[in-house]
């Protein structure tokens, strides 16, 4: 099987590369800056020439089409957005940084549908297709009792959104799509009094990803593998 996954120089990209080599796929693995992404260049290394690294920042569109290019003739079963910012601090009522509001629309919300659109011939070309974005809870209107992150909110519910259209869009392709929430997961953004592993987030993400049925597509799906209300 093949997999594509952006945001893969850390995190729980990073984890998703450890656990495709683990799985014996050819795990395409894209980052900003390849050149100084050590760890995921050290896994890569080990990988036995099952991991590519690639360019793929989602601040620059062209990066994406190039690595369209670059891609071509490979297959992809799976492509997983992944890669995501939580933006500026200054995300309360009265003190929103607007640039940095603007950037995370970019990278969460537009650049997820541009890397599907850049890549759809690829996935294509496989029987078993899915598009899988990473979301999350706080993108959810119904769950948010707390107010205020309206950087990362608005951007998750808008990339919700896309995940939404693009199941709608692609139904006759037979390509699911899917947005799923990874749970809190101690990363460099979820912090250190987070609920659970990289490993534990990533091994449920791939259960659910594995056991997808095309009546699943469009769906907004939780670590556990129930659906959260938009």
């Excluded at 795990?27 to 080990?46: E, G, N, Y």
């Excluded at 994406?64 to 490979?74: F, K, P, T, V, W």
């Excluded at 910012?85 to 009522?93: A, C, L, P, R, V």
């Excluded at 205020?148 to 037979?174: Q, T």
Aim: with cysteine; charged share 20%; aromatic share 6%.
């Amino acid at each position: 099987m093949n997999v594509l996954i952006t945001g893969a120089s850390r995190g729980i990209g990073l984890e998703m590369v450890k656990y495709g080599i683990e799985q014996n796929w050819r795990i395409f693995a894209c980052c900003r800056h390849p050149q100084q992404a050590d760890s995921l260049l050290a896994v890569a290394t080990l990988a036995n020439g099952r991991v590519s690294v690639h360019v793929a920042d989602m601040d620059e569109l062209a990066t994406i089409q190039a690595l369209a290019y670059e891609l071509r003739n490979e297959a992809i079963d799976i492509l997983i957005n992944n890669a995501g910012i939580y933006g500026s601090d200054k995300n309360t009522f009265g003190n929103v940084d607007v640039q940095s509001w603007i950037n995370a629309f970019q990278v969460n919300s537009i650049a997820p549908l541009k890397v599907a659109e850049a890549l759809i011939e690829q996935i294509r070309m496989v029987d078993n297709k899915v598009i899988a974005c990473i979301s999350s809870k706080m993108g959810s209107m119904d769950d948010n009792g707390s107010g205020n992150s309206y950087i990362y909110r608005s951007s998750k519910a808008a990339l919700n959104a896309v995940v939404k259209s693009m199941s709608i869009d692609l139904k006759d392709d037979g390509i699911k799509c899917v947005a799923l929430h990874p749970g809190w997961v101690k990363t460099e953004m979820g912090g250190p009094n987070a609920e659970i592993t990289t490993r534990e987030s990533v091994t449920r993400l791939f259960n659910i990803l594995l056991a997808l049925e095309q009546k699943d597509s469009g769906r907004f799906i939780d670590i556990d593998g129930t659906d959260i209300p938009w």
